[in-house]
Structure formats: C-alpha cells, structure tokens
C-alpha cells in the first residue's frame, strides 16, 4: 500500500464509502511475508513511496519470481534489476506483461503505469560502453513515475557533443551523469549548470582503471559544487535518488502554484 493508496482509503472511509473494517484490516495486514528465502517488505511502499524492488544477481528464477508474485499481489508493480536471459524467461512465463529492458538488465511489471510527476530528469552517459548503467538509471526514474531524457555518447573527448545538447540538460530538474575511465564528465557538467548532479562511475576502462575505483575516486574529488556520487555502475540507486528530488520539486512547484491561486482575488 502507497501513501496514496492510504490516503484514498481513509478518505473513502471518511465518506462513507467503505466500513472500519475493512480499514482495520488494511493496516492491520502483516508487513511482511516469509518465504523461508526471503523476505518480502510489504510496507516498503507505504514508509518510502514505491515498492521493494528485487535485485536479481545471485537469486535464482525460482526465488525471483516467487518475491515478485509477492510485490506485485500487495503494490501493483515490481522493479527488478541485474537479470538474466533465464530471470527474464521464467517471469515472462508466470507473468506474461513482463518487460525485459535488455540493456538495463532489468524487468518491469505493473498492473497500471504511475502517472508521470512534472519535471524532467536527465540522463547523460559519456560513452556508449556506458550505456547498461545509464540504462538502469533511466529505466529506475522512468518506472517510478517520472519524464527521463536520455543524452548519450556526449563524453569530454569531444566536447560539442555535450554543448549541443547543452539546453536539454539545464531544463532538467536533476541531472544523472554516468562515466568511466578518467569520469571528467561530471564536473565538466557541474560547471555549466546550476541543477543538483548525481554522478555514477562505471567499471568501464583499461588497466590501471582498478574496475571503476579512478572513476569514484575522479568523482568524489571533483572541484564541481554540488555532486553527489553513488556506487561503481549503480544506475538503479542514482535513478532511485533521482526520483526521490524530482519528486519533491514536482511537491514544491504543486505547493506554490496553490498558494498563488489561493491569493488570486
């Protein structure tokens, strides 16, 4: 259940629409189930605003889609990513709507889409070597509700790649920018605009790369005000992050356009 699943529910009891019990017995629910190799956080929706979302590596077809039978019976919706060719074929065969993002290596499943919160977030890789993480990201924003633009091969090895694409980046509410090798492309970026950055290192480079290690330690050592790093290839917690800031921008600009309205005469 979703703070807005909630809200409507007790705005119905409210109403007269639907009985204490029934209310009682939604939020009395237990808020787990144990499946004896899992366990299913079923109140994760209502604490954090979206489901738990399974991360397939080291989990068999079996496990993943017992959890997601789970998650999609309580929320309507479950995100699962670093999949396989063989997680992919057993969901498709126990939930035909399944959608295999083969480049993101992730699968969605959902019994409605959300409805896309305004603003826009930005998704900048630097190389298409890039791609799978800046995939997950975006397909991570676009899941949980929000407008994702994707910028691609704009890395600083020829910079008017990124200049031309310049005004799109700006517009955005919250920038997502994915890099390996040296990862310069965040604070090339972090210099041109003035939105919250969430920089994402990929184990993507030769030798003396350590398998992502320069690209963070690039990163986190940026002279750029105002990014934030998260984890070598993490795509999913830099879209999950970045969902979360788009979300309360798309909070205040509702707030503020109701204030206005209020003291309209």
Same mark, same amino acid.
């Given at each position: 259940?979703?703070?807005?699943? !909630?809200?409507t ?13 029934k ?26 605003? =979206?489901?738990? %979302? ?18 999609? &019976?309580a ?14 074929? !057993? ?33 900048? !890789? ?39 694409r ?6 955005a509410? %919250? ?8 990862? &310069? ?10 939105r ?6 990929t ?6 790369? =350590? ?24 795509? =999913? ?15 205040s600009?509702? !707030? ?10």
């Open positions: 259940m979703s703070p807005t699943e !909630a809200l529910l007790l705005e119905r009891f409210r109403n007269g629409q639907v009985p204490v019990e209310v009682l017995q939604a939020f009395q629910a237990a808020p787990v189930v144990d499946l004896g190799f899992a366990v299913v956080d079923q109140h994760r929706a209502l604490r954090k605003g =979206f489901p738990e %979302v399974i991360f397939g590596a080291s989990k068999t077809p079996e496990q993943v889609v017992a959890i997601a039978g789970e998650i999609l &019976a929320d309507g919706r479950v995100l699962t990513t670093r999949v396989t060719s063989e997680h992919a074929r !057993a969901m498709k065969e126990k939930f035909p709507h399944t959608i295999h993002h083969e480049a993101a290596r992730c699968l969605t499943l959902e019994t409605s889409p959300l409805p896309k919160r305004p603003g826009v977030i930005a998704v900048v !890789a630097a190389g298409t070597t890039d791609l799978p993480v800046a995939e997950e990201a975006a397909v991570t924003a676009d899941f949980m509700g929000n407008t994702v633009q994707r910028i691609y091969d704009v890395g600083v090895a020829g910079l008017h790649r990124l200049l031309r310049l005004p799109e980046i700006q517009s509410n %919250v920038v997502i920018v994915v890099a390996g090798m040296e990862a &310069a492309l965040p604070s090339v970026v972090g210099g041109l605009i003035g919250p950055i969430i920089g994402v290192p184990s993507v480079g030769y030798g003396s790369h =350590f398998g992502g290690l320069t690209a963070l330690l690039g990163m986190l050592n940026s002279c750029a005000s105002g990014l934030t790093v998260v984890n070598i290839d993490n795509g =999913f917690g830099a879209g999950y992050a970045a969902s979360g800031i788009n979300a309360l921008a798309a909070s600009s509702s !707030a503020s356009a109701a204030s206005l309205s209020a003291t309209q005469p």
